[in-house]
């Protein structure tokens, strides 16, 4: 039998039907060089289509600004909202969502404007396999 990615790996839809998440953000400038990127919608969700075997234990989404230097600025944690699957289908489907908040950031988080800000998604199962993938943002 031949094994593809369907069979062994979750794929990562970003925004469920209907969602109005637009993954994008905005930077105000401040002083002479320093900007300030402000995510234009904090709440973040996706969905994560799954093969049947593969049992989700977290998903989480963090948001980098300037590429794949340093750390993540922020992390959100998402919780599941349900699980489904359409009558014959071979694959689970659920929804994650959750919010980048942070108490200490005002208007928004430093940026240097050059690379393009983006989410990465890591999907972990029950068996400690790992999966990620990466949405650029665009400016709105």
Do not use: H
Not at 18 to 46: A, H, I, M, W
Not at 54 to 61: P, R, S, Y
Not at 107 to 114: A, I, K, M, P, V
């Amino acid at each position: 039998m031949d094994f593809n990615d369907e069979m062994t790996e979750p794929t990562i839809v970003w925004g469920a039907a209907g969602s109005s998440l637009d993954f994008g953000y905005s930077v105000r400038r401040v002083g002479n060089k320093q900007y300030r990127l402000t995510l234009t919608c904090y709440p973040v969700e996706v969905q994560v289509d799954a093969p049947p075997w593969m049992q989700l234990a977290q998903v989480e989404i963090d948001l980098r600004l300037n590429g794949d230097a340093g750390e993540p600025t922020a992390t959100a944690v998402l919780d599941c909202e349900g699980e489904y699957s359409y009558g014959n289908s071979s694959r689970t489907e659920s929804v994650w969502n959750g919010t980048f908040y942070d108490d200490a950031v005002i208007n928004g988080w430093e940026y240097d404007g050059d690379a393009a800000p983006k989410y990465v998604v890591r999907v972990t199962d029950t068996n400690g396999g790992v999966w990620t993938e990466e949405m650029p943002l665009t400016e709105k």
